[in-house]
């Protein structure tokens, strides 16, 4: 054991923020145990040093950066979230000689490169289980235990807010714009929810996912993204009577025999003996398909102050005990260099729901316009009768875009009056 | 990259070593480009070196230790189980200053204090994810990302063939006789199911799991042990109908104000809306509840030789990886020395079902032998009339000791005809 502290910098001082300041107190004999040398909090940066933080002594509080430089941190961990300027304070952080931990997931999504080339130039080590999955150990062991395997897919339920909101509409049958208002009284959404609703937020983590599982670079700008605001109380009950139910999943799936990444967000039905079926409320977890492993799923809290300090302060000890035996983390893995596919060639079971006049020929018809744009039906359906008929269609596998070439094909035939619902299926 | 191989050997070579074999030799690419040199298969210590091994030429099989040696392994993988050779054999290896991995549950919950101190003395690493949970990446998460928490209990569902016998017990009504032989016609149980169904398997895994969470030493001996083997169909019937699946379950736990450790493997009931009762069949799931993290799970497969060999090879690109960079793992970590806390003093909620005479003042004779050791009640509701009538009572948290006192007071009561079920009750 070292007597030497090492010294720690927090950029922003928040709810993660001060959960990290009070562990780092709590749990002080513990961490200096697992180091090999006590961690000491020399500052955090924040907006307005007046304000009181708990568990933080106001001398700690600081507004200019330099002087946060002046107390020479060992490890500077940045929770403020955003652009700039996290990406500028982390560059300067780095170039100061300083390892970096971070829950940045929009940055690392937008400009990751940036902080991963600062790390490998100035020998630090740049650390980010937080961004993705809040509490739950995720990234380490993409990185470090599937090490000897391969990566197949990823399905990631990683936003709460959305996750919260369909199993509302799921367990209580609530439609989407009162299952949102639950979640915003709650606490779960923010009052302009857009970042979570649209996928936005799952995107960005999608993006670090896709990157870390296939050994590849890829950014926020590669992720296909729809959200869930359009998913209605009837495609909840269209999942239900199929046995499934609607998740809104982060997918980075290996496509083109290996060759290239398909990363993107959608909502998905999921059959209810999946195990992500179950992941209710505000939870998250990651379902991955190896293909020696097989298949495993990491289950817990998605975010909240603590869980996410807990991501923090593991990043925080492996970090600080490289510090003390003069070792460095593995670092990006990026040899692959795999392209991203065309979103629109991503294949996937789809559903539709297609609303038609219940007459002679209108079954044949439907099936002609799968037919003639390549997509295969595994089951076929009719529900009700006359005014009420509506075909329940499964395919095989087919293209994104190959699907929407059919439902256009189909809005043209007199006998189909909509076309109400079209979602992926994930198989069993 | 070096162009330097590492060499790796296999000491045994049965479904698991040629699995690994075949993807070493599948995935060189892959894994020379994470560990930075290319990994080459030295030899495999066989006891028939005529016996033909899929993925692994003939010249590589030997029969004696030392023409193994000769080649100078900077990384020795053993599948042989058992103590020994195999316990010999690492011991060999590291003093020759060769890093370790193992997948040898049983050795490692014996005697992992000889093959951890070996390699803090020869200064290598010693890596053994594949131990316990098969495919699951748990020891490297849990020694890891979770270093700047603090776990609470740790429980786990680590053992297939039971696993599978209990689901089919639940969900095709089996009673354990049958379930046992479905299990056995499957080759999920062996001919001699002891290790399994008793929990002998569950209770190594259990000590590896408590040493880790809890940063101490723990082997075989500290765990209290119950298998399922007088599980009933009743019992199973009863947990259904108070909404609970009964599973075997390896339990760690901070005890005494953490500063202690109980750690034990019995079946439990488990409420169906709890992430470990949608483990169904030979899957594993191991739950972690920590301070600050909250609940985790890490969910996959257990067994089998693609999933082992994939928690192997993990293990052994981070060895490997490690080599290249004159780095090393962190090491042993049991600074925290707790003691084991006496399982007749572990507390949980239990479950018992009393056959009763159906007859004033049995409720209140019942319900005092409960009272006279300190036993509360949180639950208690009579099924049934006449002959047929049961008392069901779920109490708060208790200790065993304390249940089995209660247990042998009723059966001194006159009008108890039986006590046929006390199982220990998970919370939700």
Not at 45 to 74: F, H, N
Not at 296 to 321: E, I, N, Q
């Amino acid at each position: 054991m070292s007597d030497q502290p090492l010294k720690v910098a927090l950029l922003g001082c928040g709810v993660v923020g001060s959960q990290v300041a009070r562990l780092l107190d709590e749990h002080a004999d513990d961490m200096a145990a697992r180091v090999g040398a006590p961690l000491t909090l020399v500052g955090a940066l924040v907006r307005d040093a007046s304000k009181p933080r708990d568990g933080v002594r106001d001398e700690l509080l600081v507004t200019d950066p330099e002087v946060l430089w002046e107390r020479s941190p060992d490890i500077v961990v940045e929770l403020m979230g955003g652009i700039e300027p996290a990406r500028t304070l982390l560059l300067e952080a780095m170039a100061r000689g300083a390892s970096v931990v971070t829950a940045n997931k929009a940055l690392l999504a937008q400009d990751g490169a940036a902080l991963h080339d600062a790390a490998a130039e100035h020998h630090v080590d740049l650390a980010f289980e937080a961004s993705v999955a809040g509490a739950i150990p995720l990234l380490r062991p993409l990185k470090e235990s599937l090490a000897g395997d391969r990566v197949l897919r990823v399905l990631g339920i990683v936003n709460g807010t959305t996750n919260y909101i369909l199993t509302r509409m799921d367990e209580a049958g609530a439609d989407y714009a009162d299952a949102l208002r639950e979640a915003q009284e709650l606490g779960y959404a923010e009052a302009d929810p857009t970042a979570d609703v649209e996928g936005h937020d799952a995107a960005a983590k999608a993006a670090i996912l896709a990157g870390l599982a296939f050994h590849s670079r890829v950014t926020l700008d590669d992720v296909a993204c729809q959200g869930i605001s359009g998913v209605t109380a009837s495609d909840v009950e269209a999942a239900r009577a199929m046995g499934h139910v609607i998740k809104l999943l982060a997918v980075a799936e290996s496509t083109d025999g290996g060759t290239a990444i398909g990363v993107r967000v959608n909502p998905a039905m999921v059959p209810r003996t999946h195990p992500l079926a179950s992941v209710r409320e505000a939870f998250n977890a990651v379902f991955v398909e190896a293909e020696a492993a097989g298949d495993l799923m990491f289950y817990g809290r998605g975010a909240g102050g603590a869980p996410t300090a807990s991501a923090v302060l593991g990043d925080l000890v492996a970090l600080a005990r490289n510090r003390v035996l003069g070792a460095r983390d593995p670092g990006e893995s990026t040899y692959a260099a795999l392209p991203i596919s065309d979103p629109g060639r991503a294949t996937a079971r789809h559903y539709l729901s297609i609303d038609v006049d219940d007459r002679a020929g209108v079954l044949a018809r439907v099936a002609s316009c799968f037919a003639e744009h390549g997509v295969s039906i595994e089951t076929l359906r009719q529900d009700g009768r006359g005014d009420d008929a509506v075909l329940v269609v499964v395919t095989h596998a087919a293209a994104g875009d190959d699907i929407s070439a059919t439902v256009a094909a189909l809005r043209g035939v007199d006998a189909v009056r909509d076309v109400p619902t079209v979602m992926q299926v994930i198989g069993d």
